[in-house]
């Protein structure tokens, strides 16, 4: 399996456009995790997905922050419009197990984004 | 609120000498802990878990102590070596809907 595969690897984007973020889940595991990671706040969890629904979008700093799982194989992560204070690593994660089992995650690279 | 604290930010050793890494927590009653490992640009792998009804747990020369009386989990490298050198993280579950939440972690630096 190729893992959690994110893209782009890297994003260098203007204060007030739209960015959008993308994940592929490891076939077959039914949770799905954003995160973002930064110096001052580490890892933060913005939102999860359990078979394609969302469960838990507390961790979505605003409105600007919206995800979508159109299917069990993409999730998006998009920022419209983009702040110079959303420069950060994003994460995607996937999972198989319910959480409450001890499920481990799976982590793509993550997607460096620069708001300028 | 419930927080998880990594004792210290930068951890440096000496190769050969054991490394131990703390996580503490508080407003927590969690089922279970995890610790991740996280190289300069990639994400975090997981390397273990324990259950709350595990005093310790380990995975080669990987050690992990759960103490959920005094709130904290012990992580133990033995025998270190430079390719250790990476940042830990330890990750909690929150609440019923079973958030991983992490701490932000220890960067380990293991000298030859």
């Known amino acids: 399996d190729a893992g959690v595969i994110q893209s782009p690897r890297h994003e260098v984007t203007e204060m007030g456009q739209e960015v959008t973020l993308r994940c592929k889940p490891i076939?077959?595991?039914?949770?799905l995790f954003w995160y973002r990671q930064t110096m001052m706040r580490g890892l933060e969890l913005l939102i999860y997905?359990?078979?394609?629904?969302?469960?838990?979008d507390s961790g979505m700093p605003e409105d600007r922050f919206s995800a979508k799982m159109p299917n069990a194989s993409f999730s998006t992560l998009k920022i419209q419009p983009s702040e110079p204070r959303d420069s950060a690593v994003y994460f995607c994660?996937?999972?198989?197990?319910?959480?409450?089992?001890?499920?481990?995650?799976?982590f793509g690279s993550g997607t460096q984004l620069s708001v300028l | 609120s419930q927080k998880i604290e990594q004792n210290s930010e930068a951890l440096n050793i000496q190769e050969g000498k054991t490394a131990t890494l703390t996580c503490n927590y508080t407003n927590y009653s969690p089922a279970y802990l995890q610790w991740y490992r996280q190289d300069p640009g990639r994400g975090p792998v997981f390397l273990l878990l324990i259950r709350e009804n595990e005093k310790e747990k380990r995975k080669e020369r990987l050690k992990v102590t759960f103490d959920t009386t005094l709130k904290q989990s012990l992580f133990h490298i033995t025998a270190s070596q430079p390719a250790d050198s990476a940042t830990y993280l330890c990750a909690l579950v929150r609440g019923s809907q079973g958030n991983l939440i992490f701490g932000k972690g220890t960067k380990l630096s293991v000298k030859p």
């Open positions: 994660a996937s999972s198989l197990q319910d959480r409450g089992l001890g499920g481990k995650l799976f």
């Open positions: 997905f359990n078979n394609n629904v969302p469960i838990d």
């Open positions: 076939s077959g595991h039914d949770y």
